[in-house]
């Protein structure tokens, strides 16, 4: 763990373009600035990894289609010039074989990276996310939030990173809350 630290949090998520990628990592630099062991790791990492403990997870995923990828977008994305390697699982597939016992807690988060042009739909991958995560048993501390990006392929928009890092620093924030109020 590292100095001063004495809450852990992961940041599962899928990337096809970096995007998200880039979004996760400045969410885990904003749960540290809050005080938290952070680790954004990419889910096709995590697809085979055991039981781990943490006080928060947060998980996030490009919008494909109104919602969270199928491997049918990730071919479509790879096509389109994502690397090939991450069209086997991504979030959904993902989510459908997880439970809080796998972490230890029940507390999770949710963001998701769509296209500028379609920012006001209600359908998107974090709210897709979300729904599942909760019948799978997780409790979300906040609704999903979504970060821009230009163009399918990026990049993101100006200012997006440092507002993910500033929301990271938040929600680890809402964790402790959460803890205390245990």
Same mark, same amino acid.
């Given at each position: 763990?590292? $100095?001063?630290?004495?809450? *852990?949090?992961?940041? #599962?998520?899928?990337?096809?373009?970096?995007?998200?990628?880039? #979004?996760?990592?400045? +969410? $885990?630099?904003?749960?540290?600035? $809050?005080?938290?062991?952070?680790?954004?790791?990419?889910?096709?990492?995590?697809?085979?990894?055991?039981?781990?403990?943490?006080?928060?997870?947060?998980?996030?995923?490009?919008?494909?289609?109104?919602?969270?990828?199928?491997?049918?977008?990730?071919?479509? $994305?790879?096509?389109?010039?994502?690397?090939?390697?991450?069209?086997? +699982?991504?979030?959904?597939?993902? +989510?459908?074989?997880?439970?809080?016992?796998?972490?230890?807690?029940?507390?999770?988060?949710?963001?998701?990276?769509?296209?500028?042009?379609?920012?006001?739909?209600?359908?998107?991958?974090g709210v897709t996310a979300?729904?599942?995560?909760?019948?799978?048993?997780?409790?979300?501390?906040?609704?999903?939030?979504?970060?821009?990006?230009?163009?399918? *392929?990026?990049?993101?928009?100006?200012?997006?990173?440092?507002?993910?890092?500033?929301?990271?620093?938040?929600?680890?924030?809402?964790?402790?809350?959460?803890?205390?109020?245990?």
């Amino acid at each position: 763990m590292k $100095a001063g630290a004495d809450r *852990s949090a992961l940041v #599962v998520y899928e990337s096809m373009f970096d995007n998200t990628a880039h #979004v996760a990592e400045a +969410i $885990a630099r904003g749960l540290e600035r $809050a005080g938290f062991e952070a680790h954004a790791v990419p889910v096709t990492s995590l697809a085979a990894s055991g039981p781990m403990k943490v006080d928060l997870l947060a998980v996030g995923a490009p919008t494909h289609t109104f919602t969270l990828s199928r491997r049918e977008t990730r071919v479509d $994305a790879a096509r389109r010039g994502a690397p090939s390697g991450r069209v086997a +699982i991504g979030l959904r597939d993902w +989510i459908a074989g997880v439970t809080p016992g796998r972490f230890g807690t029940e507390r999770v988060v949710v963001f998701d990276t769509r296209v500028t042009r379609v920012r006001r739909l209600r359908l998107a991958a974090g709210v897709t996310a979300a729904r599942l995560l909760r019948r799978r048993g997780f409790r979300l501390l906040r609704k999903p939030v979504a970060f821009m990006v230009d163009e399918t *392929s990026g990049p993101l928009r100006e200012g997006e990173v440092a507002r993910a890092e500033r929301w990271g620093q938040m929600m680890g924030a809402a964790c402790r809350d959460d803890l205390a109020a245990a």
